[in-house]
Nanobody
Framework: QVQLVESGGGWVQAGGSLRLSCAAS????????LGWFRQAAGKEREFVAH????????HYGDSVQGRCTISRDNAKNTVWLQIDFLEPEDTAVYYC????????????????????WGQGAQVTVSS
């Protein structure tokens, strides 16, 4: 079992930046591939970013491509998500997720591929 706790959410003006953290406990994150998803009110959960377990390869959702960075530090058991040039459409609850081992191809973008989830962090972007 691994427990994930997100932090860093809040209110931000459009055009600003936000950095979310996800701290893990119970297991070392080096065994897990990691993802970030978000869910806006009344909408389905959406893939935001993925970082692979071993070499740190990254993948991003279309809606954040070019303004989002996912990173990890296995020694700190933490994964981060930075989003720049925030838009009101980025308003959502952001979740980090973990899957032991690795994910490939389209499986990285499917929420059902991940076994462990944090409780979520609200991000609100005002125009």
């Amino acid at each position: 079992q691994v427990q994930l706790v997100e932090s860093g959410g809040g209110w931000v003006q459009a055009g600003g930046s936000l950095r979310l953290s996800c701290a893990a406990s119970g297991r070392t994150l080096s065994s897990f591939t990691l993802g970030w998803f978000r869910q806006a009110a009344g909408k389905e959960r959406e893939f935001v970013a993925h970082i692979s377990r071993s070499i740190g390869g990254t993948h991003y959702g279309d809606s954040v491509q070019g303004r989002c960075t996912i990173s990890r530090d296995n020694a700190k058991n933490t994964v981060w998500l930075q989003i720049d040039f925030l838009e009101p459409e980025d308003t959502a609850v952001y979740y980090c997720a973990a899957k032991e081992g690795e994910l490939y191809g389209s499986l990285r973008r499917r929420n059902w591929s991940y076994d462990y989830w944090g409780q979520g962090a609200q991000v609100t972007v005002s125009s």
